[in-house]
């Protein structure tokens, strides 16, 4: 069955830290991976997505990640966490045969100042 | 710059009473999801629309959960009777034909059945 686990429930990080948040995922293939981020009050936005060819995916608000095949992760990362990056944290997968995603139950991340 | 809107965005009602939340896709979208929030349970698809024909609503509670697409425009999401465990955030998605792997989210509506 495809699935989507995210290892961490919570994360705290300084302001000007390194972040990275895991994501595995349960599948067959290739899947599509996604991470989206949600913050407080918000809906949910996307922040980057994998589909094929390089394994490192830039994303927006200075994100990145890298599919590892063989770890079968998507983890993201950020080399200097700000404050307003304090929020919820989710990765998705499509397994291409819908249009449906299949979602982590998210990371939550706080910025400690 | 286009967005998802949903309506109402806040709503408080009894036990028993209907409440009705709407969506209006990004215009050009063709494909429509209903989710719901909860602490416990995580984000939960309840149903998705792609050309306003409902193909799957699987995630959906039958009894009570109704979801339609009367336009293009506008996607509605009915709870009949609501009861205090339906009290979540439903968000609604859309998404366009050659895109549709990238979902947009509506900014939701917080639901409290008391």
């Known amino acids: 069955a495809q699935s989507v686990t995210q290892p961490d429930i919570h994360i705290t990080v300084s302001e000007g830290a390194s972040l990275e948040l895991r994501c595995n995922y349960s599948?067959?293939?290739?899947?599509?991976l996604f991470w989206y981020v949600q913050s407080p009050g918000q809906g949910l936005q996307l922040l980057l997505k994998?589909?094929?060819?390089d394994t490192l995916v830039q994303g927006i608000k200075g994100f990145e990640a890298e599919f590892k095949r063989s770890q079968s992760s998507f983890n993201l990362r950020k080399p200097s966490v700000h404050w307003s990056d304090a929020a919820e944290y989710f990765c998705?997968?499509?397994?291409?045969?819908?249009?449906?995603?299949?979602w982590g139950l998210g990371t939550s991340l706080a910025v400690n100042p | 710059d286009a967005r998802v809107t949903q309506t109402p965005r806040h709503k408080v009602t009894e036990m028993g009473q209907e409440v009705t939340m709407r969506c209006q896709p990004i215009?050009?979208?063709?494909?429509v999801f209903w989710y719901r929030q909860t602490m416990m349970q995580g984000l939960e698809l309840l149903a998705y629309?792609?050309?306003?024909?409902?193909?799957?609503d699987s995630g959906m509670p039958k009894d009570r959960f109704s979801a339609e697409m009367p336009d293009a425009t506008l996607a509605t999401l009915k709870i009949q009777p609501s009861e205090p465990r339906d009290s979540a955030v439903y968000f609604c998605?859309?998404?366009?034909?050659?895109?549709?792997?990238?979902?947009?989210f509506g900014p939701g509506t917080r639901l409290l059945v008391l």
């Open positions: 998705a997968l499509n397994a291409g045969n819908n249009r449906k995603l299949i």
């Open positions: 215009l050009g979208h063709n494909t």
């Open positions: 998605a859309s998404g366009s034909e050659r895109g549709w792997e990238t979902q947009y």
């Open positions: 599948y067959g293939a290739t899947p599509y």
């Open positions: 629309f792609r050309n306003r024909a409902p193909l799957d």
């Open positions: 994998y589909f094929s060819g």
